[in-house]
């Protein structure tokens, strides 16, 4: 008897600590829950501001168009000259410009420029070739550049051919062997048809058959 009242204590006792231990968490959750209700969180930093390094109105300048203009006295197309140019496809843009040239000139069929056919060669398509040439070349290629160098040597074809590099050693170089690059010698392009280019004319005269065109047109 005595263990059954011991017994019955005992759980009376468990009993009466586990209401105690809720009637605590009880108090506490609602203490809990009263302080959260009470809580102002502190005010969140404003964001910063990011001020980029250009105005919100700019706009690049417009690049200026420096094209060369197309023109031709006889009605030549001069475009896929000038797209071969453009690429640096400078060995193809040669090959056009001799082609062209020969058109212009009305000597298809004879494959070569004369001394008269030069001599009376329309100025604004000279002009024209030049200037492309001049243009994607930075300055390194074309007939005004040959010119220059023509000048510079003393009006010599022989030293301006050493110059160019168009003859080495008192070797005329091939057509193959021709640099098709924009790092070749100043004047080196355009060479034309024949190992001395347009500076003689076909018929293997002596005397240079371009520089004096090129004066009376002002190129």
């Given at each position: 008897m005595?263990?059954?009242?011991?017994?019955?204590?005992?759980?009376?006792?468990?009993?009466?600590?586990?209401?105690?231990?809720?009637?605590?968490?009880?108090?506490h959750q609602v203490e809990e829950a009263e302080r959260l209700r009470k809580f102002t969180p502190p005010p969140r930093p404003a964001a910063p501001v990011i001020t980029s390094v250009f105005p919100t109105t700019y706009s690049p300048p417009p690049i200026p168009y420096v094209g060369v203009v197309l023109?031709?006295?006889?009605?030549?197309?001069?475009?896929?000259?000038?797209?071969?140019?453009?690429?640096?496809?400078?060995?193809?843009?040669?090959?056009?410009?001799?082609?062209?040239?020969?058109?212009?000139?009305?000597?298809?069929?004879?494959?070569?420029?004369?001394?008269?056919?030069?001599?009376?060669?329309?100025?604004?398509?000279?002009?024209t070739i030049d200037q492309l040439w001049v243009q994607n070349s930075n300055g390194r290629f074309g007939f005004s550049v040959q010119k220059q160098v023509y000048n510079q040597v003393g009006k010599d074809f022989g030293k301006f051919s050493d110059q160019v590099k168009w003859r080495v050693n008192g070797n005329w170089k091939g057509y193959n062997e021709m640099i098709w690059e924009v790092g070749a010698p100043l004047g080196h392009l355009p060479r034309g048809l024949g190992a001395k280019g347009w500076w003689k004319d076909g018929s293997g005269g002596s005397i240079s058959s371009l520089e004096p065109r090129l004066v009376k047109c002002n190129i």
């Open positions: 005595e263990w059954v009242i011991g017994t019955l204590i005992a759980l009376i006792a468990a009993g009466a600590t586990a209401v105690q231990a809720w009637v605590v968490w009880k108090q023109a031709s006295e006889v009605g030549a197309n001069y475009t896929k000259l000038q797209d071969l140019l453009v690429a640096r496809k400078y060995k193809e843009a040669d090959q056009e410009t001799a082609l062209l040239m020969l058109w212009v000139a009305c000597r298809e069929k004879e494959g070569w420029l004369d001394t008269e056919s030069i001599n009376e060669f329309p100025c604004q398509d000279l002009r």
